[in-house]
């Protein structure tokens, strides 16, 4: 494995962190740890411990948030960068970040700390327990000005995955989109390019998938959109793994590339 | 083990005959496959919480000749048989006793085939059919391997090995798992034949893929839409045509299949009956003009459907503030309906707004929640006016796989044996486990799993609507719960809510007025 300038600033930030654990805004931090729930008086935060730090991953949301909290009973893999902004819940927020739940049970990941006043969350207005639409709800609480409608559809697509995972409860959006493209432009073709990735850690070491996940993508990809009736459709199916890791944006590794052709 | 089985078993028959005789001044009515006669456009039916209601929206029904009336099989039944609509168009166990005793067990719902604990038990005894008797189960059985909706076989990701088999049907040489055909028998519940546009809707939540593992929606061969896959336990079939084409098959032995004419009235028979419960016993006319708007069967029957109830313009049931404090004179006689009223109203609130934390729910806390995530009964009860989830609604909450399941304590002072049989799942280690229970799991019934063959799917169950709840116990797929107080007991423990006796009560009360 090749030391690119990258890899080596990542590596020795890394030691650094790991002398001085201290969290400078702009650091990646990527690590395996078990995730710690902690209740408030409102919504439940989600925190991880790093090199004697917390770090502040979550808010619980809803299904549709930017970014889904971890699972108890699971290790988590945390990709995040330092954000230079208060505490939350006690941990220094981690933004943009990342989190893969690791798919074995981890049984040791039990941490469920009370509420306290000092990491109280407001919310203006207050919202009620149980489904809601609203702030931390259906919509995405800082929500991308509206884009005027394309008038060509997209033909590329991308889905992002967890850590070692196939598919998952997020992608549904995204497969239906590609099936109302291929669809309305009556496409011909779709290719189909799946990776496995590895990354980087913080403290040095590489952390990989397992072999045979980039083919496992693909070919569900391709199973998903036959099943959903696109069966006249061409499917070229490939898989490959990803550039090593640098450490810096290896999540982004873990995707299929989707492009619909005419 | 059947004799010793059977005193208890007649032992608990005659409680229930004790417990029944109470009633014996209302008796429920009961509707004999092709016995004739009009199904009125809205009847009421006595049950212990009040009186369910069952409204034909198009009109009145001549039974005679009606194929869900009619015996259109060879062993007597109708789809009445286990649908009737004095229990909310499904089938309570206490209708079940009643049967029993008032035909000496040779109604049609006793048949061999699944009304039996195994074909081939000794005819007449209750110990053959004790799982219909004492909880409500009817046989399921289920081809192993599995195959899909469209006959596809498929290769599962986990082996499954018989622990206990209190029914012997598992063990079988004819009907288990290394017979001929081999074949994996659970045991579940008949689900409500009413209300059916909330879980053949095409609103929010229906789409082509269904998110939770690697699955394309199972679509209506006939329009070509994606479905809810809400109907049954296991979403094995998800339209009320091939349901009925399923149930014609398996549980009335139709010799042949059921013509076109036949299911186009079953179909549209199923699409326009509603259940809802409509009075209380205590909280009085549950339908009166200027009431909350989530009760009785025509608000039911006039809402929405494919809506996720919401907390802030559109709650699950919606019963708004009408019976929250209601102003009772001193000596007033409407005081006690008044506090039932508002026990209700409560209840509605411990429902929709008090938090607990859900934890360890596959397909629930692993869609993008989190585990544990601090939410309400209404996040996974979230279809407006039902209760049931918009779609694709199977998880396992852990009524069917231990830790969870209800087993019998075993020790020397209990006469009662395990009832349910019991599986030892192995996950091959390339499958995803289940996220919580790893990839040794011991189940009474693996649920979606017997479908998919996934790991991930062992113990799923489809969740069902909360309509017509007083009219229908037991609970759950497996009739694990006897009552509503039982069912709220389970959660409570499952989740360690720490319901108050306050809370408890009006979550009952609310329950039972749905």
Request: hydrophobic content about 40%.
């Amino acid at each position: 494995m090749t030391i690119t300038p990258r890899r080596a600033a990542v590596l020795f930030a890394g030691l650094l962190a790991s002398v001085t654990t201290s969290a400078a805004p702009g650091q990646q931090r990527s690590f395996v740890a078990c995730p710690i729930v902690r209740d408030t008086s409102t919504v439940p935060c989600w925190l991880a411990e790093y090199e004697g730090e917390t770090y502040f991953l979550t808010l619980q949301t809803d299904v549709s948030a930017p970014v889904n909290p971890p699972q108890l009973g699971h290790q988590v893999l945390v990709e995040g960068v330092v954000a230079d902004e208060p505490r939350v819940c006690g941990g220094i927020p981690l933004k943009p970040v990342v989190l893969s739940v690791l798919p074995e049970i981890d049984s040791s990941c039990s941490t469920m700390l009370p509420a306290e006043d000092r990491y109280n969350l407001t919310f203006e207005p207050p919202r009620p327990p149980g489904p809601s639409r609203g702030r931390l709800a259906f919509d995405n609480p800082n929500p991308a000005p509206r884009r005027a409608v394309p008038e060509t559809l997209p033909r590329t697509f991308t889905l992002q995955y967890d850590f070692d995972s196939a598919i998952a409860f997020r992608h549904a959006g995204v497969l239906q989109q590609i099936q109302d493209v291929v669809v309305k432009q009556k496409a011909a073709r779709v290719d189909i390019t799946a990776y496995r990735a590895a990354s980087l850690l913080s403290n040095g070491k590489t952390l990989t998938e397992r072999d045979g996940i980039g083919r496992r993508r693909a070919e569900q990809i391709a199973s998903l959109l036959k099943d959903a009736g696109l069966t006249a459709v061409t499917y070229q199916v490939q898989w490959q793994d990803a550039p090593p890791p640098d450490g810096l944006d290896d999540a982004a590794g873990r995707r299929v590339d989707i492009v619909v052709h005419d | 083990m059947t004799h010793r089985v059977r005193p208890f078993l007649l032992l608990t028959l005659a409680a229930l005959a004790v417990a029944a005789g109470l009633r014996a001044a209302e008796p429920a009515r009961w509707w004999s496959p092709g016995e004739g006669g009009r199904l009125p456009a809205y009847a009421t039916y006595p049950n212990e919480y009040g009186e369910v209601g069952v409204l034909n929206s198009s009109g009145p029904i001549e039974t005679k000749g009606h194929p869900f009336f009619e015996p259109i099989g060879t062993n007597g039944r109708a789809c009445v048989s286990c649908h009737q609509p004095a229990n909310a168009m499904s089938l309570s166990v206490a209708a079940i006793q009643e049967r029993w005793r008032a035909t000496k067990g040779t109604d049609p719902i006793f048949a061999a085939i699944d009304g039996m604990n195994c074909p081939g038990l000794p005819a007449g005894d209750p110990a053959s059919h004790s799982l219909l008797l004492e909880r409500g189960l009817f046989r399921v059985f289920l081809p192993w391997p599995p195959v899909t909706h469209d006959g596809t076989a498929v290769d599962p990701e986990f082996s499954i090995e018989v622990v206990r088999d209190p029914t012997g049907c598992n063990t079988s040489p004819r009907y288990g798992l290394t017979s001929a055909t081999p074949e994996i028998s659970v045991y579940r519940r008949p689900r409500p034949v009413a209300n059916t546009k909330y879980f053949t809707h095409h609103g929010f939540g229906v789409t082509s893929f269904v998110g939770k593992g690697p699955l394309a929606t199972v679509r209506d061969a006939e329009t070509g839409l994606p479905t809810s896959m809400n109907m049954m336990a296991d979403a094995r079939v998800s339209t009320l045509k091939t349901q009925a084409m399923s149930a014609a098959q398996s549980h009335l032995q139709i010799a042949g299949a059921l013509d076109e004419a036949r299911l186009r009235k079953i179909v549209e028979f199923e699409g326009q009956v509603y259940s809802a419960q409509v009075r209380h016993r205590a909280a009085g006319d549950l339908m009166e003009p200027g009431g909350p708007p989530g009760f009785g069967v025509r608000n039911l029957a006039a809402a929405s459907t494919g809506v996720l109830g919401n907390n802030t313009t559109q709650w699950v049931f919606p019963v708004g503030d009408v019976w929250k404090k209601l102003a009772t004179p001193a000596g007033a006689t409407d005081a006690p309906r008044n506090r039932m009223r508002e026990s209700i109203a409560r209840g509605h609130d411990v429902f929709m707004f008090r938090t607990f934390w859900i934890r360890d729910v596959q397909h629930l806390n692993t869609v993008g929640l989190g585990n544990p995530t601090k939410r309400t009964c209404s996040t996974c009860h979230g279809m407006h006016m039902t209760g049931m989830d918009v779609a694709n609604g199977w998880m396992d909450l852990g009524a069917t796989n231990l830790p969870w399941a209800r087993e019998e304590p075993l020790n020397p002072w209990n006469q009662r044996k395990p009832q349910m049989p019991l599986f030892k799942i192995t996950c091959k280690a390339s499958a995803a486990p289940h996220a919580f229970l790893g990839r040794t799991i011991y189940t009474q019934d693996p649920g979606r799993a017997l479908v998919t063959g996934r790991c991930t799917d062992v113990g799923s169950i489809v969740m069902q609507q909360f309509r017509g709840l007083a009219a229908r116990a037991p609970y759950f797929a497996n009739g694990s719960a006897e009552s509503i107080r039982d069912l709220v007991d389970f959660y409570d423990r499952r989740f360690n809510i720490g319901y108050t006796a306050q809370e408890r009560d009006d979550l009952i009360n609310f329950l039972s007025a749905l």
